[in-house]
């Protein structure tokens, strides 16, 4: 079956680093994806990792462990505009893409 | 503007009744995805379609069906409305069945009064 997890809720502080977290089980693996969310929007696309290690682009990085079924995603510097769900979908064997249920991501100030 | 279109933005409607969400892919996808979202909830995956074949289908009611046109702009079919399916739904389409990511439309908020 296809699993993924990550926290319901988080909150941080403005220009603080913020860590989202992600693990999956899923049936065969072709790359994972973050997509970030506001309310009433449509998800945007963040990231993709495919292989593992750290991709970095502006202030979001993302991490992948395929062997552990893990992957983060890093916010720095945060800003008031991040408070937002960050999704975390994993690609698999058969190209679909599964969510998971999302991270909803408070920055106060 | 993501290039995927959705219409209506907005629906209002009375429980029993029957409406049609409408979807544009991007230009070039042949994937059209369809999912809703009710409040506070994640993306729950409804059916894709692929070419104007359906590919793959997700937790959707029999109340539900859509079908993708030669076109390949694809509609969502709801009928007798329930309260509970009041909701976003989105439609995102892809170049290569989503090996490379989706691309999301606005969505289509509806609400069942």
């Known amino acids: 079956g296809q699993n993924i997890d990550q926290p319901t809720e988080m909150t941080a502080t403005e220009g603080a680093i913020v860590q989202i977290n992600c693990t999956y089980q899923t049936s065969g693996f072709n790359g994972l994806f973050w997509y970030q969310q506001h309310a009433g929007e449509a998800p945007t696309f963040l990231s993709y990792?495919?292989?593992?290690g750290l991709e970095e682009k502006g202030r979001f990085s993302s991490f992948l462990s395929r062997s552990k079924g893990y992957s983060y995603l890093l916010l720095k510097e945060l800003q008031m505009k991040d408070s937002a769900s960050y999704l975390c979908a994993v690609n698999n064997a058969g190209n679909m893409l599964t969510f998971g249920g999302g991270t909803r991501l408070m920055v106060k100030p | 503007d993501s290039g995927v279109t959705q219409t209506p933005k907005h629906l209002i409607t009375a429980t029993g009744q029957r409406v049609t969400l409408r979807c544009s892919p991007r230009s070039g996808d042949l994937s059209v995805y369809w999912y809703q979202q009710s409040l506070d909830q994640g993306l729950q995956f409804l059916i894709q379609y692929y070419n104007g074949e359906e590919r793959a289908k997700g937790n959707i009611l029999e109340r539900f069906s859509a079908q993708q046109f030669p076109d390949l702009h694809s509609e969502l079919n709801l009928s007798s409305l329930e309260l509970g399916d009041s909701a976003l739904y989105f439609c995102?389409?892809?170049?290569?069945?989503?090996?490379?990511?989706?691309?999301f439309g606005s969505g289509t908020r509806l609400t069942v009064v």
């Open positions: 990792n495919v292989l593992d």
């Open positions: 995102a389409s892809s170049a290569s069945g989503g090996r490379y990511g989706y691309t």
